[in-house]
Structures are given as C-alpha cells and as structure tokens.
C-alpha cells in the first residue's frame, strides 16, 4: 500500500492534470466566442445611426436606442443577442420599433459573446433607461433561452427564432414567440417541441413590429 507522502504526490498531480484540462477549456472557449463574431452589416448600422429619429449610445454594457422624441411614459426592450452575434447587428431590425412605436431598445453586450453566460440581473440595463414604466424582454436564439429565465421580472416575453429551456406554462406572463420556415437552426419543428414550455395564451408567429404593437396593445 503506498505511503502518504506518495499518495499525497498523486493527489497533486491528478489535481494539477484537472486544473491544466480546465484551464485548456476556458481558453478554448474563449478563442471560440472571438472567432466568427456576426458584425453589423455597414450600410444597415449606417443607416440606424444617421436617423434623426433615433437616439444612439454604446455603454459598456449595451447598446441603447432611443426614440429622439421619447414619451413621459414609454416602454424599454432589453434584448438578448444569439451566440456571437454583436449588438450592433440588430440595430436595423429593432429601428422599427424606435421609430413607429416609440419604444426604448437596451441590446446586451453579454460576456464572451454568449447570453447564456451573462447571470447579470435585469436592473443592470433597464436603470440605463429609469424613466421606463414597462419592459419587455427578448432574445434571438441563445438568447431567448436566457429571456426565457428572465420572464417573469419583466412585463412580457419576447422570443426572436428561439424557444424556452425554462417551464413558463403556468405563467401569467404575455409571450410572443417569432419565427422563421426557413430557420435551419431553430426550426418550426423545434419551436413546436418547446410549444408546451409557453402559457397556453402565447402568441406564435407574426409580422415583428404589428405583433409586438398588439402584444402591448394587450398587456393589463
């Protein structure tokens, strides 16, 4: 039977072998999160940041849009981004939404370009916007499962191609889950798995800006 010191020596190693396989590991995934990163397109982002009815400003822990002519009482939308994709790749997208509905959009600049790995609270980003009485939250496929866990501390739910990994069907949380037929990613067939995660009243499929006008048209 091997003494203690030699069992203390295979200790050692066995934990400095686990320590070297995690650290390989962070560094992978670090590499990976940097590698393949969906920039905004240029004449989209142009777009959106020379319109006058837009507010633009980069935190350092989001991108905000404003309404440049915003109401007293007024809505946010704090969004979740998809695995590497960066915030300024929405910007064009969610305009519509500044400017027809007047709504203020805070886009999450997530650690390692993976909402999943962002555990900070939702406070973190709608104090960006204090004067909001109501707040959506949405994700677009990585991060509608994070929205997803972040339903119930908001108003309503939004999901953008992507469906909920947390039981939301007993909440009385207003959802609205949009999608593609052509996603090959978060396919109908997925979104349809997932169905039975959303509250029975969850509203599937619809022109962006119409149905999340009607979503706060029906919000109590």
């Known amino acids: 039977m091997p003494g ?8 050692l190693r066995l934990l400095a072998a686990l320590l070297t396989l995690v650290l390989l590991a962070a560094a992978s995934l670090v590499a990976w999160s940097r590698i393949g990163v ?54 064009a997208r969610l305009s519509e939404l500044v400017t027809e509905l007047g709504v203020t959009v805070v886009v999450v600049d997530p650690p390692l370009n993976l909402s999943l790995f962002d555990r900070r609270t939702p406070d973190r980003f709608t104090t960006i916007a204090p004067e909001l009485e109501t707040w959506l939250v949405e994700g677009h496929s990585m991060g509608g499962v994070r929205a997803c866990e972040l339903a119930e501390e908001a108003d309503a739910l939004v999901l953008f191609a992507s469906y909920c990994a947390t039981d939301l069907s007993t909440s009385k949380v207003s959802v609205l889950s949009l999608s593609g037929s052509e996603d090959g990613l978060s396919t109908p067939e997925k979104i349809a798995e997932h169905r039975d995660a959303l509250p029975g009243s969850a509203e599937m499929d619809a022109a962006v800006a119409d149905a999340v006008a009607e979503l706060l048209g029906t919000m109590p």
């Open 38 to 91: 969906m920039d905004a397109e240029t004449a989209p982002w142009q777009g959106v940041q020379e319109d006058p009815r837009i507010t633009e400003e980069r935190t350092d822990v989001a991108l905000v849009l404003r309404p440049s002519e915003p109401e007293p009482a007024g809505t946010g939308l704090l969004f979740y981004p998809g695995a590497k994709v960066e915030p300024e790749a929405y910007a």
């Open 4 to 11: 203690p010191a030699l069992l203390r020596r295979r200790l």
